[in-house]
């Protein structure tokens, strides 16, 4: 069964520290993406990656960086967590051939105060 | 740039038949899926469309029309668990796909 793990579920943390939110994938996926959800805005791409090492800018980069390592893990990194970044994040994966078929992670929901 | 245009609430009534559009402007294109989310949950794929015409499975159909760059997402024989949101996304290519802000579909008895 496809499956894609995210570290944490809630996440409480302070202005200016740097966060780190995981996500593994088992599927032997080439892509991998990071998403924000926020009310009334849907799903917004933050990054995205289609190789181990690469990576590209999505729709709402500023204040966050990313990196993959390994093909199965794809870490998002908030360098200065500020309260704006608030938000439910949402990691997916898919192969290289069905980028319209992601499958997703339960989500963390990243509460800055 | 990508822009995707849905309604933000549908409500049906249980057993009836719904249909949630989706309009979208797009710089290339590869095709339309949709996506269910339960209050909570993470979105799970349903359906993808790259060639005009309807696609169905199931009580779930989905239909394309790239001249009108125009889709929507029917469902048929509603149920009580088919309420949840129901976002549309566009492949423009480069591995990336732009999502919708979704529609809260809620069914009613």
């Known amino acids: 069964d496809v499956k894609v793990t995210q570290s944490s579920r809630y996440l409480v943390k302070r202005t200016g520290e740097k966060v780190f939110l995981e996500c593994v994938q088992d599927?032997?996926?080439?892509?991998m993406f990071w998403y924000r959800q926020d009310p009334g805005l849907g799903l917004r791409l933050i990054y995205f990656?289609?190789?181990?090492?690469?990576?590209e800018k999505g729709d709402i980069p500023e204040g966050y960086s990313v990196s993959r390592e390994k093909k199965e893990r794809f870490s998002l990194i908030l360098e200065s967590a500020s309260t704006n970044q608030t938000s439910m994040y949402l990691c997916?994966?898919?192969?290289?051939?069905?980028?319209?078929?992601?499958?997703f992670g339960p989500g963390t929901r990243l509460t800055v105060l | 740039g990508q822009s995707l245009e849905q309604p933000s609430e549908v409500t049906a009534v249980e057993g009836a038949i719904v249909q949630i559009n989706c309009t979208y402007q797009t710089s290339g294109f590869y095709g339309l899926s949709w996506y269910q989310q339960h209050d909570g949950g993470a979105p799970t794929f349903l359906s993808y469309n790259a060639l005009d015409g309807l696609e169905e499975t199931g009580r779930f159909s989905s239909f394309l029309s790239r001249s009108d760059s125009y889709g929507y997402l029917l469902l048929q024989e509603l149920q009580m668990k088919d309420s949840a949101s129901y976002f549309c996304a566009v492949s423009g290519g480069y591995q990336k796909v732009t999502f919708g802000t979704g529609t809260k579909l809620q069914v009613i008895p």
């Open positions: 997916a994966s898919s192969s290289a051939t069905g980028v319209d078929t992601q499958y």
């Open positions: 599927m032997d996926h080439e892509n």
């Open positions: 990656s289609y190789d181990v090492k690469m990576k």
